[in-house]
């Protein structure tokens, strides 16, 4: 597996490529912007761009969508929930962010348990709203990216659209924290973790 951490947009979103070795395909999670660093790699590397995830619709996750969707014509992913919100600049609050206005749609509206296959990984989405309505984490392996949903010792705001704090509070005491222990958790922004720390440490799901 390939794995890349890769600070994009002006509030250096944790965004991710993620590959499979064996055939050369990756996705790329939360490209926040600077989507030329992330065509760079991808070149670089000589990597197969499958997929764009976004593990929700806030401005700050979707900077980079247009310039890599009009360079490599790839599906966008989002989950349902979330799929007003990207078409609306005032919604996600790209207008407002100073990244510049950001809007487009969807080409695949993920669902709660589906599974993406990419080369031989299996993406498993796991729908944890309370950041937004549509908000995802992404498991891959023992990899567990989880967007604005859960951080190393705190959680994603609920005070911005689509949020809700008892949901997010739910979704991660009841999809996250059921996840084996050694499970790595990589968030939308700051440092990693792993659900076993999280259990012990974070003061929001004790």
């Not at 310039?67 to 078409?87: A, F, R, T, W």
């Amino acid at each position: 597996m390939l794995l890349e951490k890769i600070p994009a947009g002006v509030y250096g979103v944790n965004c991710y490529i993620l590959g499979d070795e064996k055939t050369n395909k990756a996705a790329v999670i939360d490209p926040g912007g600077d989507a030329d660093k992330i065509i760079n790699f991808l070149e670089e590397n000589e990597i197969e761009l499958q997929y764009i995830i976004l593990t929700h619709g806030h401005g700050d996750h979707i900077g980079g969508v247009n310039d890599l969707k009009n360079k490599y014509n790839v599906p966008v992913c989002l989950h349902e929930g979330d799929s007003i919100m990207i078409q609306d600049s005032n919604i996600n609050h790209s207008a407002a962010m100073g990244g510049g206005a950001h809007e487009f749609k969807a080409d695949q509206l993920l669902v709660d348990g589906e599974v993406l296959e990419l080369g031989e990984l299996k993406l498993e989405i796991i729908h944890t709203p309370g950041h937004t309505k549509g908000g995802i984490c992404v498991k891959v392996e023992n990899l567990l990216f989880t967007g604005d949903t859960l951080f190393a010792n705190s959680i994603g705001r609920t005070d911005l659209e689509g949020g809700d704090y008892e949901e997010i509070i739910k979704s991660i005491k009841n999809k996250l924290m059921i996840l084996d222990e050694d499970t790595t958790v990589l968030p939308g922004h700051g440092p990693a973790s792993r659900i076993g720390i999280e259990k012990l440490t974070n003061p929001y799901i004790k």
